[in-house]
């Protein structure tokens, strides 16, 4: 069986939604204090705030160094990125690392609307479809091998929240399931 880490950055319902297929879950480690943490904590599962600095004087090598120790800990064999939101430098995806071993989700179906604004990109765009993209994390953001899209109708009446939550929805069956069967 594979050990999986999850790494989440926010409300933890993606999170709650691997937790309630039964998944291999070893390791949660978030990169700031959020409700993800305690939904591992009531869970029983280890978790870890590996807190990051924002702007100036953050030294992104060294977080990434950081996060491979933890996955080496607890021997992760797969990981996870549920709303994570710090990007690794290289030296994660080396081949000797986390190379094709990182998933991650995005709001928007690749590659249109890469970034953190995808869903507010995708209503000013005009976009009548969207969704959430399941890929294999690279060094580029945003640009790894696309696993499974699943697609969204955009409402005339969507906010960026509500169109959002709908996303959500889909991501919290999709990328459980994939998981699941990758394992």
Same mark, same amino acid.
């Given at each position: ?41 009531? !869970? #029983?599962?280890?978790? %870890?705030?590996? &807190? $990051?600095? *924002?702007?100036?004087?953050?030294? =992104? ?20 990125? !549920? #709303?994570?939101?710090? %990007?690794?430098? &290289? $030296?994660? *995806?080396?081949?000797?690392?986390? =190379? ?84």
């Amino acid at each position: 069986m594979v050990n999986l880490a999850v790494l989440a950055s926010g409300t933890g319902s993606l999170f709650a939604a691997m937790l309630e297929q039964k998944l291999p879950i070893r390791l949660m480690v978030t990169d700031r204090p959020c409700r993800a943490l305690e939904i591992a904590d009531e !869970a #029983g599962l280890p978790h %870890v705030l590996l &807190p $990051r600095r *924002f702007g100036k004087g953050f030294d =992104r090598d060294a977080y990434t160094r950081e996060m491979l120790a933890l996955f080496r800990e607890h021997h992760i064999g797969l990981v996870a990125m !549920a #709303g994570f939101m710090t %990007v690794f430098t &290289p $030296r994660m *995806f080396a081949e000797d690392a986390y =190379r094709l071993k990182i998933l991650n989700t995005h709001p928007s179906l690749l590659p249109s609307f890469k970034g953190d604004h995808a869903v507010k990109d995708a209503i000013v765009y005009g976009v009548k479809t969207s969704g959430c993209t399941i890929h294999w994390t690279t060094e580029e953001l945003d640009a790894g091998p696309i696993i499974a899209q699943e697609s969204v109708k955009v409402l005339p009446s969507d906010t960026v929240e509500s169109l959002h939550e709908r996303i959500k929805e889909v991501e919290r069956q999709l990328y459980p399931a994939l998981l699941k069967t990758l394992i």
